[in-house]
């Protein structure tokens, strides 16, 4: 299920790599927690062949593209902003394939004169990378009226609402109107008035472990509590007990590595990199191309922590 992550890159992940993560967890639980995740990862792993269909379903999508998709793309110019990484630059070159393929279009030739700007990206966090590129391009080199279309792979819903809002407020600041649009293979509930009924880990209770304990009380405010009885919109936990079973486990052993890891930052939570004090993001998130920091810690921390997903900086 995840052997396509970060080809070439590093050492397939095989049975022993999984068996090795794994074993840092209380041997009664580690059955629960693959079979779990067995689970989850067929709706948050996104294999390199998945975001192909994804990107080819788009191309020829009558919603986005009308009746006559190939006339148009000609008309697109996609947005090259990202000065780090490389997640923008992958997304265009599956695109350009898709086009040349279906279309027989090169990405080069397309946009001299647009009709939509297109910006892509691999997945939408709290969105703060989409929202400051597309901030600075609103205020600078965008035309005074434009249509825009951003595409990601995953978009969390409070991360695109926000920076929804950003964008056209700078749009607004600056005199211009922008016509803004969001596509996505998949959506993930976790804002805070949704809480109970989210796609992320939120867990129920805090565990009895002393150093999660310990870590609790140490924030400033106490953190918000799921309510048994919800579920995910999309399906992505197979039922509450073995949810429960992934947010208590995470969350006591992302504890652990804080603890163990010198390198993380205070951002850096059990449950994944936030920037407010609380357990942590919670996303399940996985693409081919690496792991978010917003997963929880036991996915991609190392050293000496042995991560699932040894995670690629900028």
């Known amino acids: 299920m995840i052997a396509d992550y970060r080809t070439g890159e590093i050492q397939t992940p095989d049975a022993a790599h999984v068996d090795r993560w794994i074993s840092q967890f209380p041997a009664g639980v580690r059955d629960p927690i693959l079979t779990e995740l067995l689970h989850v990862f067929r709706w948050t792993y996104f294999t390199r062949a998945k975001v192909q269909t ?26 090259n902003l990202q000065t780090a990484g490389n997640s923008q630059k992958d997304m265009i070159a599956l695109l350009a394939e898709s086009l040349q393929r279906q279309c ?49 792979i995953g978009a969390h819903k409070l991360g695109e609402w926000y920076s929804g809002n950003k964008i056209l407020e700078a749009a607004k600041a600056a005199g211009k109107t922008m016509d803004l649009s969001w596509w996505r293979a998949a959506s993930f509930e976790d804002r ?53 079973l992934l947010e208590q486990e995470f969350l006591v052993a992302g504890v652990r590595v804080r603890g163990m890891c010198p390198h993380l930052n205070d951002f850096m939570r059990p449950l ?24 929880p810690l036991v996915f991609w921390a190392g050293d000496p922590w042995y991560p699932l997903f040894p995670r690629k900086t900028n």
């Not at 929202?131 to 434009?146: I, Q």
Request: hydrophobic share 40%.
């Open 192 to 244: 805070k008035s949704a809480i109970n009924n989210s796609d992320v880990l939120r867990p129920t209770a805090i565990p009895a472990d002393p150093a999660a304990q310990a870590y609790v009380a140490g924030l400033k405010q106490a953190p918000i509590i799921r309510t048994v009885g919800g579920k995910s919109p999309i399906g992505i936990f197979s039922g509450e007990p073995s949810r429960h």
């Open 272 to 295: 994944g990199n936030m920037l407010f004090e609380s357990l942590g993001f919670g996303s399940t998130i996985v693409t081919y191309r690496n792991c978010p920091n917003n997963a």
């Open 104 to 152: 027989g279009l090169a990405l080069t030739s397309c946009g001299v004169t647009p009709h939509t700007y297109l910006y892509l990206d691999d997945a939408l966090f709290s969105g703060g990378r989409i929202r400051s590129d597309l901030v600075k391009w609103v205020t600078g080199a965008a035309p005074a009226k434009a249509k825009l279309a951003v595409l990601v």
């Open 54 to 79: 994804f990107i080819d379903s788009i191309v020829t999508n009558a919603n986005f593209a009308g009746p006559n998709p190939c006339q148009f793309w000609q008309g697109v110019k996609v947005l």
